[in-house]
């Protein structure tokens, strides 16, 4: 899985080429020995190793780049916070926001309440009509979700599986959709909510970045967040858990996959969720790799996951994308003001279908 030679990762940065030559041996010793440890271990994102990602890059590949990501220490005003500064261009969004209705659980702990899910909730967790933090630890100022698991990357699937429960049990009445995502995912919940507005959540459904290995109709990457239809979770909840044929009773596997192979038993639909022009709507990395072309090796296990033929470059996303992944507290901001703030003057856009006049059209059950 460990590419030999050094990818075209910092192609035009050439300010960065000496520190490559001189801690290229370093890197290659440190990922052989990675891969010995990981590969004793059936986690597939512990494979997501990129050689050049490790210290010499700001472009995380894997979780452990972001472990000493802090962001920003006090509150990061907006225009807009305290006046009406983008007044009246939401309306649609709005609109649309009491029609298709979105919980959010952030998987997150301890360690991550202050320097990352402080951020998700500052920056994009806001918009979802529920946003739950799910920890092991009470925290005031989040507030957190307090469950009954140990923490560790080996709890992830006990902790999903408990995450799941608590949602539907105590929310199922006011949401009709359930989306995971990480404390270091940027989901644009607005262009979720255009997605979903097409499809009825009393059908059982399964969205987000699909791949390929494992599931016969593939299962969803758990790093860029998937989304299940109220019937979907229900099945999960009722059909799947209790059933130790349906779904992995233990706290172990890898919880995208194991969710994934627990899904397709109890016939809860995987989605494809590019859009009418191919392209993807859900992203395992940050948005540099996924436009650049070249930027993630084709050797990648990427290439080899991913579910659809997929391209690089500007065609690789949707003009309607929903979440990335790997997105560092401080991109949260940045994205924040990108998406949401920057506007080039002069230029109007419109999502297809997306009519301020014709609302209601985007509703199709
Ligand atoms: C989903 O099912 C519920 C209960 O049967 C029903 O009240 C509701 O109208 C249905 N929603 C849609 C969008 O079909």
Known sequence: MVQQRLPSFDGGRSGRRFILTLVAGTVFGFLSACLLITSTRDVPHMFSWVPGGSGLSRDPHHYSELESEVGP?????????????????????QD???????????????????????????????????????????????????????????????KTKEA?????????DKVDWF???DDDTYVVVENLRYMLSSYNPN???????????????????GGAGYVLSKEGLRKFVEEGLPDKTKCRPDNGGAEDVEMGKCLEKIGVRAMDTRDPHGRGRFFPFVPEHHLIPNHVDKNFWYWKYIYYDTKDGLNCCSDSAVSFHYVSPNMMYVLEYLIYHLRPYGISHSLERSSPDRPSTLIEY
């Open 73 to 93: 220490e006090t509150e990061v005003k907006f225009h807009g916070d305290d006046e009406d500064f983008h007044k009246g261009e939401d309306r649609i969004a």
């Open 164 to 172: 799941f429960k608590y949602a539907y049990e105590k929310y199922k």
């Open 203 to 221: 059908s059982s459904l399964y969205f987000g970045c699909r791949f390929k290995p494992f599931v016969k109709q593939g299962y969803m990457s």
């Open 96 to 158: 649309m926001a009491r029609k298709v209705r979105v919980l959010c659980w952030i998987m997150t702990g301890p360690k991550n309440h202050q320097s990352k899910a402080r951020h998700v909730k500052a920056t994009w967790g806001k918009r979802c009509n529920i946003l739950l933090f799910m920890s092991s630890a009470a925290d005031a100022s989040l507030p957190a979700v307090v469950l009954p698991v140990k923490e560790g990357r080996d709890n992830l699937w006990a």
């Open 179 to 181: 989306m995971k995502a």
